[in-house]
Nanobody
Framework: QVQLVESGGGLVQAGDSLRLSCVVSGHFFSTLAMGWFRQAPGKEREFVATISRTGSGKNYADSVNGRFTISRDSGKKTMSLEMNSLKPEDTAVYFC????????????????WGQGTQVTVSS
């Protein structure tokens, strides 16, 4: 059973930075494509960023491209999301997700999910 545990959320001001982490257990880390998704109140869960099994392929939502950086560390079995220049519209619960095979931007294709971590950006 794959377990994903996120950490790093919090309350920050617009323009600040945060780093989210997701630790993976229970599966061969190198076989998993991974991604970050977020869900704001009253909205559907949406794609933020994905990273391939090797880490060589990365994909970002237009809304975060240039501000967020996704990465993974095989030795620590951890995926991270560095978020810079945060905006109030980035406020949401951020979820870590994983799936065998290739990364996609569609939430329904991911098999494993973390519990989520709240990010709140004040103006």
């Amino acid at each position: 059973q794959v377990q994903l545990v996120e950490s790093g959320g919090g309350l920050v001001q617009a323009g600040d930075s945060l780093r989210l982490s997701c630790v993976v257990s229970g599966h061969f880390f190198s076989t998993l494509a991974m991604g970050w998704f977020r869900q704001a109140p009253g909205k559907e869960r949406e794609f933020v960023a994905t990273i391939s099994r090797t880490g060589s392929g990365k994909n970002y939502a237009d809304s975060v491209n240039g501000r967020f950086t996704i990465s993974r560390d095989s030795g620590k079995k951890t995926m991270s999301l560095e978020m810079n220049s945060l905006k109030p519209e980035d406020t949401a619960v951020y979820f870590c997700a994983a799936k065998p095979g290739f990364a996609t931007t569609e939430t329904q294709t991911y098999d494993y999910w973390g519990q989520g971590t709240q990010v709140t950006v004040s103006s």
